[in-house]
């Protein structure tokens, strides 16, 4: 029955010999790729092709906009009623505004002083400004040093205040959402927030709040950024380079022409009323930012981009051990002095030296291991290993008949070789990305070294007897 079963579910030609396993997945794929591989293959080149024709009609219009508006559009003071903020010696700071500035942060050891620094420097009447740092840090030391910095600018007189939560429900939108319901802040109009690694320049608010107070229809006046650390490396210069053109280009076509543009998250500063109008703060998505534009547009409200109101922030850039500094001559220059005085014992083969480093290197990763093995008495410390001989048997090869011989897997791949040859990869592929020195290029070259020697490509195989 089972025989029957099988035959009748198989073409003729599969009942023959079952030996020919290419010929009979040759004819498999002859028998589905026509109704569908085929078409499946062609419905992802239309959507692939669509796809890119729509985003290149979108480049293009975003590049003939952006033309036109920088040829012959207004300047936003222009677009819109906008009167430089003076200081009025009868009113005195009532005609400031009441403006909030908060600084959400998490275990920001590097960069909490510079960004808390920032805020408490705005050339704003220090009675008119309520600045709030919403540390939700998990680290003891870094919130003891947070707070001990506010109470540091509360000494000389800013509005400052330091505020924790019981947990990190909501992340970045629940801290906001949860300074926003301090009493203190109802008599607060305008809210400005930055990131930890935000920087604004002292006249960010005289520059900004115009826009705001003679505008009742703009809710958002967003900044431009921009980045300190942009040559620090090859990422640093790929994110550069992509959000350049969201702000230069998209955002700025999207103000120019009252169409909808994203809030950055930081970096701007928002009108209260249409916080609030919209729904608030809502951690319902990690893109908390651009959620509430959504909602507040839908309400009506307008946006504007000021591309020359620029604030420095950073760019992401990693480093595993950042305290660990190895300098060049330690890395590179003495150790090559060394190999190199290594070698002159054997002048034949100084052509051989680049080579040789590397291969010397994976000798040294064995010697290490040796070295622990015998101080911590593990494993074969004190198992005395023969190395075989081969004498005159590869003199004699060709003397004597090839004889074929099979050896197992585990006598050619080294598996910790071949580990240290993943970590060394990894290594190179972070160095690429993030280092500064180029270092990459020599751990490539010993990736392929540890890895020429986990495949047992190094030496000779003896057969055993």
């Given at each position: 029955?089972?025989?029957?079963?099988?035959?009748?579910?198989?073409?003729?030609?599969?009942?023959?010999?079952?030996?020919?396993?290419?010929?009979?997945?040759?004819?498999?794929?002859?028998?589905?790729?026509?109704?569908?591989?085929?078409?499946?293959?062609?419905?992802?080149?239309?959507?692939?092709?669509?796809?890119?024709?729509?985003?290149?009609?979108?480049?293009?219009?975003?590049?003939?906009?952006?033309?036109?508006?920088?040829?012959?559009?207004?300047?936003?003071?222009?677009?819109?009623?906008?009167?430089?903020?003076?200081?009025?010696?009868?009113?005195?700071?009532?005609?400031?505004?009441?403006?909030?500035?908060?600084?959400?942060?998490?275990?920001?050891?590097?960069?909490?002083?510079?960004?808390?620094?920032?805020?408490?420097?705005?050339?704003?009447?220090?009675?008119?400004?309520?600045?709030?740092?919403?540390?939700?840090?998990?680290?003891?030391?870094?919130?003891?040093?947070?707070?001990?910095?506010?109470?540091?600018?509360?000494?000389?007189?800013?509005?400052?205040?330091?505020?924790?939560?019981?947990?990190?429900?909501?992340?970045?939108?629940?801290?906001?959402?949860?300074?926003?319901?301090?009493?203190?802040?109802?008599?607060?109009?305008?809210?400005?927030?930055?990131?930890?690694?935000?920087?604004?320049?002292?006249?960010?608010?005289?520059?900004?709040?115009?826009?705001?107070?003679?505008?009742?229809?703009?809710?958002?006046?967003?900044?431009?950024?921009?980045?300190?650390?942009?040559?620090?490396?090859?990422?640093?210069?790929?994110?550069?380079?992509?959000?350049?053109?969201?702000?230069?280009?998209?955002?700025?076509?999207?103000?120019?022409?009252?169409?909808?543009?994203?809030?950055?998250?930081?970096?701007?500063?928002?009108?209260?009323?249409?916080?609030?109008?919209?729904?608030?703060?809502?951690?319902?998505?990690?893109?908390?930012?651009?959620?509430?534009?959504?909602?507040?547009?839908?309400?009506?409200?307008?946006?504007?981009?000021?591309?020359?109101?620029?604030?420095?922030?950073?760019?992401?850039?990693?480093?595993?051990?950042?305290?660990?500094?190895?300098?060049?001559?330690?890395?590179?220059?003495?150790?090559?002095?060394?190999?190199?005085?290594?070698?002159?014992?054997?002048?034949?083969?100084?052509?051989?030296?680049?080579?040789?480093?590397?291969?010397?290197?994976?000798?040294?990763?064995?010697?290490?291991?040796?070295?622990?093995?015998?101080?911590?008495?593990?494993?074969?410390?004190?198992?005395?290993?023969?190395?075989?001989?081969?004498?005159?048997?590869?003199?004699?090869?060709?003397?004597?008949?090839?004889?074929?011989f099979r050896f197992n897997i585990g006598d050619r791949i080294?598996?910790?070789?071949?580990?240290?040859?993943?970590?060394?990869?990894?290594?190179?592929?972070y160095d690429y990305l993030y280092g500064k020195n180029n270092?990459?290029?020599?751990?490539?070259?010993?990736?392929?070294?540890?890895?020429?020697?986990?495949?047992?490509?190094?030496?000779?195989?003896?057969?055993?007897?």
């Amino acid at each position: 029955m089972a025989e029957v079963s099988a035959k009748s579910f198989l073409p003729e030609t599969f009942q023959g010999n079952t030996v020919d396993l290419a010929s009979q997945l040759g004819l498999v794929w002859e028998l589905i790729k026509a109704p569908l591989i085929v078409p499946l293959l062609k419905l992802a080149v239309f959507v692939c092709l669509t796809m890119e024709l729509m985003l290149f009609c979108e480049r293009l219009y975003m590049g003939i906009v952006i033309i036109l508006v920088k040829l012959f559009w207004k300047k936003p003071d222009k677009r819109y009623n906008w009167e430089p903020m003076t200081d009025d010696l009868e009113m005195g700071n009532s005609n400031f505004p009441l403006v909030l500035i908060q600084i959400p942060m998490f275990n920001e050891r590097e960069v909490y002083k510079i960004s808390i620094g920032a805020a408490c420097n705005l050339s704003w009447p220090s009675d008119r400004l309520v600045i709030q740092v919403l540390d939700d840090s998990t680290d003891p030391i870094i919130k003891d040093m947070v707070e001990k910095e506010c109470q540091r600018w509360a000494a000389k007189g800013l509005n400052i205040t330091y505020q924790i939560r019981e947990s990190r429900g909501g992340y970045k939108a629940g801290a906001l959402k949860e300074g926003l319901k301090r009493d203190y802040v109802k008599e607060c109009e305008y809210v400005a927030i930055f990131d930890a690694d935000f920087r604004p320049e002292p006249d960010f608010l005289r520059r900004s709040i115009p826009f705001l107070m003679h505008n009742p229809q703009i809710a958002l006046v967003q900044a431009r950024w921009r980045f300190v650390n942009s040559n620090e490396c090859l990422m640093t210069r790929m994110q550069e380079m992509s959000l350049d053109y969201h702000f230069t280009v998209e955002q700025e076509v999207g103000s120019a022409t009252h169409a909808f543009f994203g809030f950055n998250g930081t970096g701007g500063i928002w009108r209260i009323a249409a916080i609030n109008e919209a729904g608030g703060w809502k951690d319902r998505t990690t893109v908390e930012d651009m959620d509430l534009a959504v909602r507040a547009s839908l309400k009506g409200w307008k946006f504007v981009y000021l591309g020359d109101l620029q604030v420095k922030s950073e760019l992401p850039l990693t480093i595993m051990v950042p305290e660990i500094d190895v300098p060049e001559w330690g890395a590179i220059y003495i150790p090559c002095i060394i190999t190199t005085l290594n070698s002159v014992g054997t002048p034949r083969s100084i052509h051989l030296l680049f080579y040789w480093i590397l291969f010397e290197n994976v000798m040294s990763f064995h010697r290490t291991k040796a070295t622990f093995i015998g101080l911590l008495e593990a494993k074969r410390a004190n198992e005395w290993v023969v190395t075989e001989k081969l004498g005159d048997a590869l003199k004699n090869k060709n003397n004597k008949p090839a004889k074929k011989f099979r050896f197992n897997i585990g006598d050619r791949i080294h598996i910790t070789e071949l580990g240290f040859a993943g970590f060394l990869f990894f290594c190179g592929c972070y160095d690429y990305l993030y280092g500064k020195n180029n270092y990459f290029v020599y751990m490539f070259l010993q990736t392929i070294t540890f890895s020429i020697v986990g495949f047992g490509y190094i030496g000779t195989i003896v057969p055993s007897s």
